[in-house]
């Protein structure tokens, strides 16, 4: 009988803006103080992108060329490209369709996804389906968001979160007991109310008054939003590891979308593992939205090795949430 074909992260690439926006300088925009920010969300500054007409596919171009250059690998080869994002550099075309040829991918296929800040582990799953089908054979997974662009530097319960990134992994098949090995992914559009953007869209498109009433920016009640957050990412973060049979010790790394401290700790007390085996960057980017998980993946790639027991766990508006459980394939050079 012919092995089982996993998809395995064979590759990682990431990048973030120069300009660093300290808690400090967000102090003089809004009525707010680096004390409140950090003790609540554990925050200390966060990457924006900056100057004329640069969207998000600039950093989603930058990070697959940094995986490509560390991989080695010809983006001619690539069959498939998903941009996670909530912030396109425009409503259509896709922006993985831009990136896709900035970067010459000439034979892929590629589009968007939107799952706000679940939208990567989302197309991980998503990214991993087509690897088991047999049928392509290189994906490449984009996350990243420019959430300074959909930001009101007005409202001090919004603006001080968020921050610029992007990263990617690169999918390959394998039959090796690694890579990809279960996810589970969830919605509950009920959420709707308390994390969107209200105006913008076909529902609302832009007008002189939807500009004047500031319905442009990220709309969010934080302390529903938390509550859902605290409980759901880490049910999920557990079942996931429930249901493979992995106990705190089988677990080497926790990798949880960077929204707020308080949830990471939550998620990881409720798994079971130490600080020292969570991933963990919120202090230095804030919330990227789509970015957080790959940048993780990209600032500890050294220190992972193969066969470590990952679980990624993510939730956002919509609501979505999920958790993956990715066994990691190679040992960084
Ligand atoms: O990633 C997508 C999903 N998003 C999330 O998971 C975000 C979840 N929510 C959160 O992380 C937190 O709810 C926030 C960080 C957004 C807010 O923290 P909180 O502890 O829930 O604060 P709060 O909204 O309950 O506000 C507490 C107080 C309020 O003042 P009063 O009414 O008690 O006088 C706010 O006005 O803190 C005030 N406040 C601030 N004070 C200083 C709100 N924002 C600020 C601020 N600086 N930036």
Aim: proline content about 2%.
């Amino acid at each position: 009988m012919s092995k089982k074909i996993r998809a395995a992260i064979t590759g990682v690439g990431g990048y973030v803006p120069d300009y660093i926006l300290t808690n400090k300088e967000l102090e003089t925009m809004v009525e707010t103080n680096d004390e409140w920010i950090v003790s609540r969300t554990g925050i200390k500054e966060r990457r924006i992108l900056k100057g004329e007409h640069q969207g998000v596919s600039v950093m989603g171009i930058a990070a697959v060329k940094d995986m490509l250059r560390k991989t080695g690998t010809d983006p001619k080869e690539i069959d498939l490209l998903i941009f996670s994002t909530i912030t396109a550099d425009m409503t259509f075309p896709a922006t993985a369709n831009i990136v896709a040829t900035a970067i010459g991918a000439v034979n892929a296929f590629s589009y968007d996804l939107g799952a706000a800040c679940s939208g990567f582990i989302y197309g991980l799953a998503t990214g991993t389906s087509f690897i088991e089908s047999g049928k392509y054979k290189k994906v490449v997974i984009i996350g990243g968001d420019k959430m300074s662009a959909i930001l009101d530097y007005t409202d001090r319960t919004t603006c001080i979160i968020f921050g610029d990134g992007a990263g990617c992994v690169l999918l390959e098949p394998t039959t090796e007991d690694v890579g990809v090995m279960d996810s589970i992914l969830r919605s509950d559009g009920s959420g709707e109310c308390y994390l969107h953007m209200k105006a913008g869209g076909s529902r609302m498109p832009a007008s002189r008054e939807t500009v004047e009433k500031r319905l442009h920016y990220v709309y969010q009640e934080g302390s529903a939003v938390f509550k859902f957050a605290v409980t759901n990412m880490a049910d999920v973060a557990a079942q996931v590891a429930e249901r493979n049979n992995l106990k705190a010790k089988d677990i080497q790394w926790l990798v949880p979308h960077q929204a707020n401290k308080r949830i990471i700790d939550a998620t990881a007390s409720r798994v079971g593992v130490n600080e020292a085996q969570v991933m963990m960057n919120i202090q230095r980017y804030g919330n990227t939205t789509d970015g957080t998980i790959p940048l993780l993946l990209w600032d500890y790639e050294k220190q992972l090795k193969k066969g470590d027991n990952l679980i990624i766990a993510a939730f956002g508006g919509g609501f979505t949430w999920g958790a993956l459980y990715v066994k990691w394939a190679y040992d960084s050079k």
